[in-house]
Nanobody
Framework: QVQLVESGGGLVQAGGSLRLSCAAS????????MAWFRQAPGKERDFVAA????????YYADSVKGRFTISRDNAKNTVYLQMNSLKPEDTAVYYC????????????????WGQGTQVTVSS
């Protein structure tokens, strides 16, 4: 079992930055691929970014490429999402996910989920 706890969300003006963190319990964090997804009201949960077990490979949705950076610290059991140049359309609840069994990009492939953290970007 893995428990994930997100933090770092909040209200920010367009053009601003936020850094999300996801702390994982357990001793096997380094064996899990990790990802961030987001869900806006009335919409599906969408892929944002993912990172491989070692951190050597990263993947991004086209909508955030060049603005967001995913990283991980396996010694601290934590994955991060640095979000720069935020836009109002980035407003959503952001979820951390662990342990994909297939595609990095599909929410269905992840076993463990955090409770989510709200990010609101004002125009």
């Amino acid at each position: 079992q893995v428990q994930l706890v997100e933090s770092g969300g909040g209200l920010v003006q367009a053009g601003g930055s936020l850094r999300l963190s996801c702390a994982a319990s357990g001793r096997t964090f380094s064996s899990y691929a990790m990802a961030w997804f987001r869900q806006a009201p009335g919409k599906e949960r969408d892929f944002v970014a993912a990172i491989s077990r070692s951190g050597s490979r990263t993947y991004y949705a086209d909508s955030v490429k060049g603005r967001f950076t995913i990283s991980r610290d396996n010694a601290k059991n934590t994955v991060y999402l640095q979000m720069n140049s935020l836009k109002p359309e980035d407003t959503a609840v952001y979820y951390c996910a662990a342990d994909n069994s297939g595609s990095y990009f599909s929410a269905k492939e992840y076993t463990y989920w955090g409770q989510g953290t709200q990010v609101t970007v004002s125009s």
